[in-house]
Protein backbone atom coordinates (compact mmCIF):
# COMPACT_ATOMS: atom_id res chain seq x y z
CA UNK A 1 0.00 0.00 0.00
CA UNK A 2 1.39 3.39 -0.69
CA UNK A 3 0.46 6.77 0.43
CA UNK A 4 -0.41 10.07 -1.30
CA UNK A 5 1.08 13.03 0.06
CA UNK A 6 -1.36 15.57 0.90
CA UNK A 7 -1.02 19.05 0.16
CA UNK A 8 -0.71 21.52 2.72
CA UNK A 9 -2.59 25.09 3.49
CA UNK A 10 -2.72 27.64 6.16
CA UNK A 11 -3.69 31.44 6.63
CA UNK A 12 -0.84 33.64 7.91
CA UNK A 13 -2.06 37.10 9.08
CA UNK A 14 0.69 39.56 9.51
CA UNK A 15 1.37 43.05 9.75
CA UNK A 16 4.32 45.33 10.11
CA UNK A 17 5.79 49.32 11.02
CA UNK A 18 8.41 49.38 8.87
CA UNK A 19 9.09 47.85 5.13
CA UNK A 20 9.71 44.35 4.32
CA UNK A 21 12.86 45.28 2.93
CA UNK A 22 14.55 47.53 5.51
CA UNK A 23 13.53 44.69 7.87
CA UNK A 24 15.57 42.18 6.18
CA UNK A 25 18.67 44.32 6.64
CA UNK A 26 18.62 43.05 10.41
CA UNK A 27 16.47 39.79 10.36
CA UNK A 28 18.12 36.96 11.61
CA UNK A 29 16.96 33.44 11.72
CA UNK A 30 17.05 29.72 13.46
CA UNK A 31 13.71 29.05 13.97
CA UNK A 32 10.54 28.03 11.18
CA UNK A 33 7.08 27.11 11.67
CA UNK A 34 5.00 26.10 9.12
CA UNK A 35 0.96 25.37 9.51
CA UNK A 36 -1.47 24.27 7.28
CA UNK A 37 -5.16 23.45 6.96
CA UNK A 38 -7.30 21.80 4.15
CA UNK A 39 -10.07 20.10 1.99
CA UNK A 40 -8.64 17.05 -0.05
CA UNK A 41 -10.19 16.75 -3.35
CA UNK A 42 -12.78 14.14 -3.45
CA UNK A 43 -12.44 13.17 -0.01
CA UNK A 44 -14.94 14.80 3.21
CA UNK A 45 -11.37 14.36 5.04
CA UNK A 46 -10.10 17.43 6.97
CA UNK A 47 -5.91 17.84 6.96
CA UNK A 48 -4.11 19.38 9.34
CA UNK A 49 -0.31 19.14 9.30
CA UNK A 50 2.52 21.58 11.51
CA UNK A 51 6.26 21.30 11.25
CA UNK A 52 8.98 22.84 12.05
CA UNK A 53 12.71 23.65 11.63
CA UNK A 54 15.61 24.37 13.17
CA UNK A 55 18.66 25.99 11.42
CA UNK A 56 21.83 25.81 13.43
CA UNK A 57 23.96 28.18 11.63
CA UNK A 58 22.10 31.81 11.17
CA UNK A 59 20.40 32.69 8.16
CA UNK A 60 20.85 36.33 7.32
CA UNK A 61 17.64 37.84 5.21
CA UNK A 62 18.83 40.75 2.78
CA UNK A 63 19.08 40.75 -0.93
CA UNK A 64 18.60 36.89 -1.53
CA UNK A 65 15.31 35.66 -1.90
CA UNK A 66 13.95 35.01 1.06
CA UNK A 67 12.19 31.42 0.40
CA UNK A 68 15.28 30.58 -0.47
CA UNK A 69 17.83 32.03 2.19
CA UNK A 70 18.69 29.16 4.00
CA UNK A 71 19.39 27.01 0.72
CA UNK A 72 21.79 29.87 -0.61
CA UNK A 73 23.56 30.65 2.85
CA UNK A 74 24.37 26.31 3.23
CA UNK A 75 22.58 26.52 6.53
CA UNK A 76 22.91 23.61 8.33
CA UNK A 77 19.19 22.57 9.58
CA UNK A 78 16.91 19.97 11.49
CA UNK A 79 13.33 19.71 11.26
CA UNK A 80 10.09 17.80 12.04
CA UNK A 81 6.55 17.29 10.26
CA UNK A 82 3.27 15.81 11.49
CA UNK A 83 0.31 15.86 9.62
CA UNK A 84 -3.09 13.84 10.12
CA UNK A 85 -5.93 13.22 7.97
CA UNK A 86 -9.07 11.26 9.77
CA UNK A 87 -7.31 7.76 10.44
CA UNK A 88 -3.73 8.87 8.69
CA UNK A 89 -1.05 9.89 10.48
CA UNK A 90 2.38 10.35 9.83
CA UNK A 91 5.39 11.96 10.96
CA UNK A 92 8.97 13.13 9.35
CA UNK A 93 11.98 14.16 10.78
CA UNK A 94 14.76 15.51 8.31
CA UNK A 95 18.61 16.83 8.40
CA UNK A 96 20.69 18.60 6.16
CA UNK A 97 24.39 19.11 6.70
CA UNK A 98 26.61 20.98 3.93
CA UNK A 99 30.28 20.01 3.91
CA UNK A 100 31.33 22.93 2.13
CA UNK A 101 30.72 22.24 -1.46
CA UNK A 102 32.34 18.90 -2.19
CA UNK A 103 29.21 17.09 -0.34
CA UNK A 104 25.69 18.03 1.04
CA UNK A 105 24.16 15.13 3.17
CA UNK A 106 20.67 14.82 3.87
CA UNK A 107 19.37 11.79 6.32
CA UNK A 108 15.19 11.56 6.88
CA UNK A 109 13.33 9.22 8.80
CA UNK A 110 9.35 8.86 8.65
CA UNK A 111 6.39 6.84 9.46
CA UNK A 112 2.64 6.33 8.32
CA UNK A 113 0.02 4.83 9.90
CA UNK A 114 -3.38 3.96 9.13
CA UNK A 115 -6.00 2.31 11.71
CA UNK A 116 -8.87 1.41 10.67
CA UNK A 117 -11.67 -1.16 12.25
CA UNK A 118 -10.72 -3.84 10.22
CA UNK A 119 -7.13 -2.98 8.85
CA UNK A 120 -4.20 -1.57 10.62
CA UNK A 121 -1.20 -0.40 8.07
CA UNK A 122 1.99 1.29 9.07
CA UNK A 123 4.76 2.27 6.97
CA UNK A 124 8.18 3.26 7.80
CA UNK A 125 11.15 4.89 5.63
CA UNK A 126 15.32 5.38 6.22
CA UNK A 127 16.42 7.46 3.72
CA UNK A 128 19.93 9.22 2.71
CA UNK A 129 21.04 11.49 -0.02
CA UNK A 130 24.09 12.77 -1.60
CA UNK A 131 25.17 15.73 -3.71
CA UNK A 132 27.35 18.33 -4.91
CA UNK A 133 27.40 21.86 -6.04
CA UNK A 134 28.93 21.58 -9.42
CA UNK A 135 29.46 25.87 -9.25
CA UNK A 136 27.40 28.51 -7.64
CA UNK A 137 24.67 27.85 -9.23
CA UNK A 138 24.28 23.90 -9.82
CA UNK A 139 23.88 21.21 -7.39
CA UNK A 140 23.19 17.09 -8.31
CA UNK A 141 23.14 14.20 -6.71
CA UNK A 142 21.35 10.70 -5.78
CA UNK A 143 19.21 9.08 -2.79
CA UNK A 144 18.06 5.98 -1.52
CA UNK A 145 14.97 5.17 0.87
CA UNK A 146 14.01 2.27 2.56
CA UNK A 147 10.48 1.37 3.13
CA UNK A 148 9.44 -1.51 5.68
CA UNK A 149 5.23 -2.27 5.35
CA UNK A 150 3.41 -4.03 7.70
CA UNK A 151 -0.30 -4.68 7.30
CA UNK A 152 -2.59 -6.82 9.35
CA UNK A 153 -6.35 -7.37 9.08
CA UNK A 154 -8.68 -8.78 11.27
CA UNK A 155 -11.95 -10.80 11.06
CA UNK A 156 -14.95 -8.91 11.88
CA UNK A 157 -16.26 -10.52 14.50
CA UNK A 158 -12.85 -11.42 16.32
CA UNK A 159 -10.02 -9.12 17.59
CA UNK A 160 -7.32 -11.05 17.25
CA UNK A 161 -5.12 -11.12 13.65
CA UNK A 162 -6.35 -12.67 11.05
CA UNK A 163 -3.63 -12.02 8.47
CA UNK A 164 -0.51 -10.04 8.80
CA UNK A 165 2.53 -9.49 6.07
CA UNK A 166 5.51 -7.76 5.92
CA UNK A 167 7.27 -5.80 2.65
CA UNK A 168 10.26 -3.96 2.12
CA UNK A 169 10.72 -2.02 -0.89
CA UNK A 170 14.09 0.38 -2.04
CA UNK A 171 13.45 3.56 -3.91
CA UNK A 172 16.27 5.15 -5.83
CA UNK A 173 16.05 9.11 -6.83
CA UNK A 174 18.32 11.09 -8.24
CA UNK A 175 18.11 14.91 -8.53
CA UNK A 176 19.03 18.51 -9.66
CA UNK A 177 18.95 22.24 -8.81
CA UNK A 178 19.89 25.32 -10.62
CA UNK A 179 19.75 28.79 -9.14
CA UNK A 180 20.16 31.53 -10.80
CA UNK A 181 21.18 33.70 -7.85
CA UNK A 182 25.07 32.04 -6.09
CA UNK A 183 25.70 32.11 -3.18
CA UNK A 184 27.62 35.52 -2.78
CA UNK A 185 25.29 37.89 -4.46
CA UNK A 186 25.78 41.44 -3.27
CA UNK A 187 21.98 42.59 -5.21
CA UNK A 188 18.91 41.38 -6.15
CA UNK A 189 18.24 40.49 -10.02
CA UNK A 190 15.18 38.53 -10.62
CA UNK A 191 16.02 34.60 -11.40
CA UNK A 192 15.14 31.01 -11.40
CA UNK A 193 14.99 28.48 -8.85
CA UNK A 194 14.37 24.51 -10.17
CA UNK A 195 14.48 21.55 -9.02
CA UNK A 196 14.24 18.35 -10.49
CA UNK A 197 14.01 15.18 -9.30
CA UNK A 198 13.27 11.33 -10.79
CA UNK A 199 12.40 8.36 -8.94
CA UNK A 200 11.92 4.96 -9.22
CA UNK A 201 9.77 3.12 -6.02
CA UNK A 202 8.68 -0.66 -6.55
CA UNK A 203 7.53 -0.46 -10.52
CA UNK A 204 6.70 2.78 -10.52
CA UNK A 205 8.91 5.83 -11.79
CA UNK A 206 7.93 9.75 -11.39
CA UNK A 207 9.38 13.18 -12.44
CA UNK A 208 8.74 16.06 -10.48
CA UNK A 209 9.34 19.60 -11.49
CA UNK A 210 9.58 22.80 -9.55
CA UNK A 211 10.19 26.11 -10.99
CA UNK A 212 9.96 29.60 -8.91
CA UNK A 213 10.55 32.71 -11.05
CA UNK A 214 11.53 35.74 -7.83
CA UNK A 215 10.20 38.62 -9.28
CA UNK A 216 11.44 40.56 -5.77
CA UNK A 217 13.42 39.10 -3.05
CA UNK A 218 10.04 38.69 -1.04
CA UNK A 219 7.82 37.13 -4.25
CA UNK A 220 7.79 34.39 -6.33
CA UNK A 221 5.74 32.80 -8.92
CA UNK A 222 6.48 29.88 -9.93
CA UNK A 223 4.66 26.15 -11.66
CA UNK A 224 4.94 22.48 -10.56
CA UNK A 225 4.58 19.07 -12.53
CA UNK A 226 4.39 15.72 -11.49
CA UNK A 227 4.19 12.66 -13.88
CA UNK A 228 3.84 9.07 -12.46
CA UNK A 229 3.75 6.12 -14.42
CA UNK A 230 2.06 2.95 -12.52
CA UNK A 231 4.02 -0.01 -13.96
CA UNK A 232 3.38 0.68 -17.36
CA UNK A 233 -0.65 0.45 -16.99
CA UNK A 234 -1.61 3.68 -15.84
CA UNK A 235 -0.31 7.43 -15.33
CA UNK A 236 -0.85 10.77 -13.69
CA UNK A 237 -0.52 14.05 -14.09
CA UNK A 238 -0.38 16.92 -12.18
CA UNK A 239 0.63 20.76 -13.13
CA UNK A 240 -0.07 23.55 -10.42
CA UNK A 241 0.31 27.22 -10.96
CA UNK A 242 1.50 29.04 -7.50
CA UNK A 243 2.81 32.17 -5.79
CA UNK A 244 4.93 33.04 -2.41
CA UNK A 245 4.70 36.06 -0.96
CA UNK A 246 6.54 37.06 2.34
CA UNK A 247 4.74 39.94 4.10
CA UNK A 248 7.92 40.55 5.91
CA UNK A 249 11.06 38.47 6.86
CA UNK A 250 9.29 36.36 9.54
CA UNK A 251 5.86 34.81 7.73
CA UNK A 252 4.50 33.80 4.70
CA UNK A 253 1.81 33.05 2.58
CA UNK A 254 1.52 30.58 -0.62
CA UNK A 255 -1.55 29.84 -2.58
CA UNK A 256 -1.26 27.33 -5.56
CA UNK A 257 -4.13 25.69 -8.25
CA UNK A 258 -2.99 22.56 -9.77
CA UNK A 259 -5.05 20.96 -12.88
CA UNK A 260 -5.14 16.80 -13.37
CA UNK A 261 -4.43 16.43 -16.91
CA UNK A 262 -6.10 13.02 -16.72
CA UNK A 263 -8.88 13.99 -15.60
CA UNK A 264 -9.40 17.51 -16.49
CA UNK A 265 -10.23 19.14 -13.61
CA UNK A 266 -8.94 20.71 -10.31
CA UNK A 267 -6.12 18.39 -8.43
CA UNK A 268 -4.63 20.02 -5.53
CA UNK A 269 -5.43 23.04 -3.50
CA UNK A 270 -2.00 24.55 -1.52
CA UNK A 271 -2.34 27.57 0.94
CA UNK A 272 0.88 27.33 3.22
CA UNK A 273 1.60 30.01 6.08
CA UNK A 274 5.64 30.14 7.26
CA UNK A 275 6.62 32.01 10.26
CA UNK A 276 10.41 32.60 11.24
CA UNK A 277 11.65 33.82 14.09
Known amino acids: MKFRRPLMCAIVLSTSL ?29 FLGVGY ?10 TQPWA ?33 DTLIVRGRYGRISDERNLSDVTQQRVGISLSTFANDHW ?20 P ?23 GTAKSFTPGW ?3 MKGTHFDDEFSIEIDADYYLKPNWSVGVAALYENHDGYSSENLVELGTNYWFNPYSSLRFGLGYDTDDGD ?11 F
Open 53 to 62: RYYFDTVNMA
Open 160 to 182: TTRYKADDNELSFSIFARYTSFG
Open 266 to 276: LGSITLLGTFR
Open 193 to 195: DIA
Open 18 to 46: TTPLALAQTAQIHHEVSLGISDIKDADDK
Open 68 to 100: ISPYLQRANNASVNYFAIDDLNSINIDGEWFYS
Open 139 to 158: EYGAGIDLFDIEEAFYAYDD
